[in-house]
């Protein structure tokens, strides 16, 4: 009798296990039907240089007229490296190192921690460039065959380090200062045209857009230690038009946002620091896609630094812990 009830159980017992594995290997119809594609991120490559020549950290990732991409290296602590420009092709390829720490001109010290960035370059149509130098307190030029030209600082004269940089159609260069509220206006070669009252709690990344708008990345830092960020947007003449990157229920908001760039179709891709992704939001401020996320593998950062476009759908980023430049190609970005 005993027997017969083992027997029993050991044939339900198989044929509860063969309902499962059957039931595990069908998809649900109503999964496989309402999958959609969307935007997506394909990772390309990753360099921290060649040779000798290793980055330490990356603090700001810019693309120069020749597609070359220019990653600066900046430090941490009492670190003694920071201050260079690793140089790569489009491909990955590393081709060299420029730049020196140092206070004379024509030297750089770029940044401190992620906390408080401060690194930019910024190319200019002759083929001349800025270069946001936060530690010095100051901006540099350039010409186009790297010789520096000269210097200078907040138009008002207060001490304020750089954090970022960008370009009007017009020819003005706008420069945010770490720790200043307003947009501050020059000429390329230093001449102080005036301020654009924004309102700003320490910006650290800005960028026009094809329409003339300004995209301005700024960080809250709260009572509490929780570090929240917001990007926003003016029109031409400095008139504030929207915020984006708040928390909502699709979307977990910004921590510590840095670089940002347009793209030709007003696209804005802005390297989320502390959530250690890009985000890429559409004209009107709507995020479309997040690109990589945390580890200290190929795909991931160890927070995002630095962010740039080729312009053929490749996105540049920067991993700040990880002394890497990663290229990621972009694809189904709805316009």
């Given at each position: 009798?005993r027997?017969?009830?083992?027997?029993?159980m050991?044939?339900?017992?198989?044929?509860?296990l063969?309902?499962?594995?059957?039931?595990a290997?069908r998809?649900?119809?109503?999964?496989?039907?309402?999958?959609?594609?969307?935007?997506?991120?394909?990772?390309?490559?990753?360099?921290?240089?060649?040779?000798?020549?290793?980055?330490?950290?990356?603090?700001?990732?810019?693309?120069?007229?020749?597609?070359?991409?220019?990653?600066?290296?900046?430090k941490?602590?009492?670190?003694?490296?920071?201050?260079?420009?690793?140089?790569?092709?489009?491909?990955?390829?590393?081709?060299?190192?420029?730049?020196?720490?140092?206070?004379?001109?024509?030297?750089?010290?770029?940044?401190?921690?992620?906390?408080?960035?401060?690194?930019?370059?910024?190319?200019?149509?002759?083929?001349?460039?800025?270069?946001?130098?936060?530690?010095?307190?100051?901006?540099?030029?350039?010409?186009?065959?790297?010789?520096?030209?000269?210097a200078?600082?907040?138009?008002?004269?207060?001490?304020?380090?750089?954090?970022?940089?960008?370009l009007?159609?017009?020819?003005?260069?706008l420069?945010?200062?770490?720790?200043?509220p307003?947009?501050?206006?020059?000429?390329?070669?230093?001449?102080?045209?005036?301020?654009?009252?924004?309102?700003?709690?320490?910006?650290?990344?800005?960028?026009?857009?094809?329409?003339?708008?300004?995209?301005v990345?700024?960080?809250?830092?709260k009572?509490?230690?929780?570090?929240?960020?917001?990007?926003?947007?003016?029109?031409?003449?400095?008139?504030?038009?929207?915020?984006?990157?708040a928390?909502?229920?699709?979307?977990?908001g910004?921590?510590?946002?840095?670089?940002?760039?347009?793209?030709?179709?007003?696209?804005?891709?802005?390297?989320?620091?502390?959530h250690?992704?890009?985000?890429?939001?559409?004209?009107?401020?709507?995020?479309?896609?997040?690109?990589?996320?945390?580890g200290?593998?190929?795909?991931?950062?160890?927070?995002?630094?630095?962010?740039?476009?080729?312009?053929?759908?490749?996105?540049?980023?920067?991993?700040?812990?990880?002394?890497?430049?990663?290229?990621?190609?972009?694809?189904?970005v709805?316009?």
């Open positions: 009798m027997m017969a009830k083992f027997v029993v050991v044939l339900a017992c198989g044929a509860l063969a309902l499962a594995d059957a039931c290997k998809t649900p119809p109503s999964i496989a039907s309402t999958k959609k594609e969307g935007p997506a991120a394909t990772f390309l490559w990753s360099s921290r240089g060649g040779g000798s020549q290793i980055m330490q950290r990356v603090i700001a990732v810019r693309t120069a007229p020749d597609k070359r991409v220019w990653v600066a290296e900046g941490m602590g009492m670190e003694k490296i920071g201050g260079r420009f690793f140089i790569f092709d489009p491909e990955g390829t590393f081709i060299e190192v420029w730049g020196s720490p140092g206070k004379n001109n024509g030297e750089f010290a770029l940044n401190t921690g992620t906390t408080d960035d401060g690194a930019d370059i910024l190319f200019l149509p002759d083929g001349s460039f800025l270069v946001g130098d936060k530690g010095n307190i100051r901006i540099q030029l350039f010409d186009r065959e790297r010789r520096f030209v000269r200078w600082i907040s138009g008002d004269g207060e001490p304020s380090s750089p954090t970022g940089l960008a009007t159609a017009d020819g003005e260069v420069v945010v200062f770490n720790r200043r307003e947009i501050q206006r020059f000429k390329p070669d230093g001449t102080f045209l005036g301020m654009i009252s924004a309102g700003l709690r320490t910006p650290q990344g800005i960028c026009v857009d094809p329409e003339g708008r300004i995209w990345a700024y960080r809250n830092f009572a509490d230690a929780i570090v929240d960020g917001i990007v926003k947007v003016f029109d031409r003449e400095g008139r504030p038009l929207f915020e984006c990157g928390r909502t229920e699709a979307f977990d910004l921590r510590q946002p840095g670089d940002l760039v347009a793209d030709s179709r007003g696209r804005i891709y802005l390297a989320d620091c502390y250690h992704r890009g985000v890429v939001f559409d004209r009107d401020g709507k995020v479309l896609m997040t690109i990589g996320g945390r200290e593998w190929e795909g991931t950062f160890n927070y995002s630094n630095g962010i740039a476009l080729d312009g053929e759908g490749g996105v540049y980023v920067g991993d700040w812990t990880g002394g890497r430049l990663e290229k990621f190609l972009v694809a189904g709805p316009d």
